[in-house]
């Protein structure tokens, strides 16, 4: 009697993964997440070289997040390993959310008031270190 079940069945159909709805919704959002991740680094990097005038800056900005990232690897490897990962990648989206939202808050017209563009370039490193924290932790979630 052949076995019809979904995992042994073999279809020549190149789109049969797409119709499973939890990995559409898996592509759809590591999609999402992937592309506001590349605008936000854009951003990020124009606005200390707008704040700063100083190109170097801009390559701090990326030392600043690669830095963490590499640095904790192996050490988010291992909690990964130990944990429900379902659970970490949310912890790693939500990180990345408060993070956007403090870059956000110093964004607006009343920091800008209170702190001159050193400060707040010195505080926009100091959240995309951060970010470069929860990059060590979502990054093996996602694959």
Same mark, same amino acid.
């Given at each position: 009697?052949? =076995?019809?079940?979904?995992?042994? /069945?073999?279809?020549? =159909?190149? %789109?049969? #993964?797409?119709? !499973? ?9 590591? +999609?999402?997440? !992937?592309? #506001?991740?590349?605008?936000? #680094?854009?951003?990020? &990097? ?12 801009? &390559? ?10 590499? &640095?904790?690897?192996? %050490?988010?490897?291992? !909690? ?14 939500? #990180? ?21 563009? /050193?400060? @707040?370039?010195?505080? @926009? ?11 060590? +932790? ?6």
């Amino acid at each position: 009697m052949p =076995d019809n079940s979904p995992v042994t /069945q073999v279809t020549n =159909d190149p %789109y049969a #993964s797409v119709r !499973i709805p939890e990995f559409k919704n898996l592509i759809i959002g590591r +999609f999402t997440f !992937i592309f #506001s991740l590349r605008m936000m #680094s854009t951003l990020v &990097g124009w606005w200390v070289l707008e704040l700063t005038n100083d190109p170097f800056a801009i &390559g701090l900005v990326g030392l600043s997040e690669f830095v963490p990232a590499f &640095g904790f690897a192996l %050490y988010a490897g291992h !909690i990964i390993d130990k944990s429900e990962r379902r659970k970490m990648m949310l912890k790693g989206v939500f #990180s990345y959310l408060a993070f956007a939202l403090l870059l956000l808050l110093l964004s607006t017209r009343l920091t800008s008031d209170r702190f001159n563009n /050193q400060t @707040i370039a010195i505080a @926009i490193y100091v959240v995309i270190f951060f970010t470069g924290i929860a990059r060590a +932790f979502t990054g093996p979630n996602f694959s």
